[in-house]
């Protein structure tokens, strides 16, 4: 089962051309449980300094009760872009409190023969979820992301500001839409994102119809 999921995650970036996708956050601090994955694509729009349309793929999978791992890939003015993370989430959403954890990571993004990008990353990130009658389940989010980039022999400090909300509506069983503000603080940029993922708990569950 696990090939079938690599199969497919590798398909969906390869349907993402012309895009180079970089430190968007697209996550709330809810987990997956073990052996729960999702599936999600990520159009984005950058307003500054690489101004243009990007994407990604997102493949998550559940792995203990306050942990999950993360992955990224994809290609296009960019040709290769690959990133892994462990999210742990040790402050769950009930009542009153607000599910509050991160990730962190490495992201590594090849542009030519002489020019290559690897980042060491973290995203800090709180969500509550709000159930709203007729309208579904809605997740208001906030993300610090920050990190370490090396490129070409030079070093930055990437920092930026993030919040979104995911939403699934009630008419949907598997289908979250995602909505995605970034606002760059320090050697980044700014960016606005829109996402859809399929969270499910096995092969079968994956469908389109």
Not at 67 to 87: A, C, D, H, I, R
Not at 91 to 103: K, S, T
Not at 139 to 150: R, S, V
Request: proline residues 6%.
């Amino acid at each position: 089962m696990r090939s079938q999921l690599v199969i497919v995650f590798l398909g969906i970036s390869i349907l993402c051309v012309n895009a180079s996708a970089f430190q968007s956050h697209m996550d709330t601090a809810d987990l997956l449980k073990p052996d729960q994955y999702q599936l999600g694509i990520e159009p984005q729009y950058i307003f500054n300094n690489v101004s243009g349309f990007n994407a990604i793929a997102h493949f998550d999978m559940g792995a203990t009760e306050v942990s999950n791992f993360k992955f990224e890939l994809g290609t296009g003015v960019v040709p290769l872009q690959m990133g892994g993370y462990y999210k742990w989430s040790p402050f769950p959403d009930i009542d009153n409190q607000p599910a509050i954890g991160g990730y962190f990571g490495v992201l590594y993004s090849y542009k030519n023969s002489n020019v290559t990008n690897l980042g060491f990353r973290a995203h800090p990130e709180v969500s509550k979820k709000f159930k709203l009658k007729n309208f579904g389940d809605v997740t208001p989010y906030g993300a610090l992301p920050f990190g370490i980039a090396m490129e070409s022999g030079n070093t930055t400090y990437p920092i930026q500001l993030a919040a979104g909300a995911k939403w699934l509506p009630s008419s949907l069983k598997h289908m979250n839409f995602w909505f995605e503000v970034g606002l760059e603080l320090n050697q980044a940029f700014t960016y606005a994102s829109i996402g859809l993922s399929i969270p499910f708990d096995t092969w079968d569950e994956i469908k389109f119809d």
